[in-house]
């Protein structure tokens, strides 16, 4: 069991493929790829945020992705690739890691908005 933040961040590094831009792009032109802004929403509100991405703030992943939570997102399925993304990575990887946790088996971490950003990603602005 982690006992600080970076156990707990190489434990999801581990398990949570980091990809680049590019990656996720031909992801999401394949299709049937959730892509999920887990920032808050003011940082959404400020920048954009990938476009058609689902924000969902890191505290209400869970929730989100529980198909027996009242707050359950039917974008969440088992089925699908997900993308998830952050403002530099590490809510991202951990975000990544519980969703692995949870049964999700094709998730990848983008990393940074900003990498998104810098690489001419399309974008939803706010």
């Known amino acids: 069991m982690p006992t600080s933040v970076k156990q707990m961040m190489e434990a999801a590094n ?3 493929p980091k990809i680049t831009p590019a990656e996720a792009k031909d992801m999401i032109a394949k ?3 959730l892509v999920v802004d887990v920032r808050d929403t003011a940082e959404v509100a400020n920048s954009g945020k990938v476009a ?8 209400m992943l ?3 992705a ?3 939570s009242p707050y359950h997102d039917k974008a969440f399925d088992k089925s699908r690739t997900v993308i998830v993304y952050c403002a530099s990575g590490g809510r991202a990887a951990l975000s ?5 946790d949870f049964g999700f088996a094709n998730v990848f971490n ?3 908005f ?9 974008v939803d602005k706010a």
Do not use: H, I, Q
């Open 14 to 16: 581990a398990v949570v």
């Open 31 to 33: 299709g049937n790829t």
């Open 52 to 59: 058609n991405a689902v924000n969902v703030s890191r505290g």
């Open 114 to 122: 900003k990498d998104w950003v810098d690489s001419g990603g399309s």
């Open 62 to 64: 869970e929730f989100r």
């Open 66 to 68: 529980d198909p027996d």
């Open 110 to 112: 983008l990393g940074g």
């Open 96 to 100: 990544g890691k519980v969703l692995k």
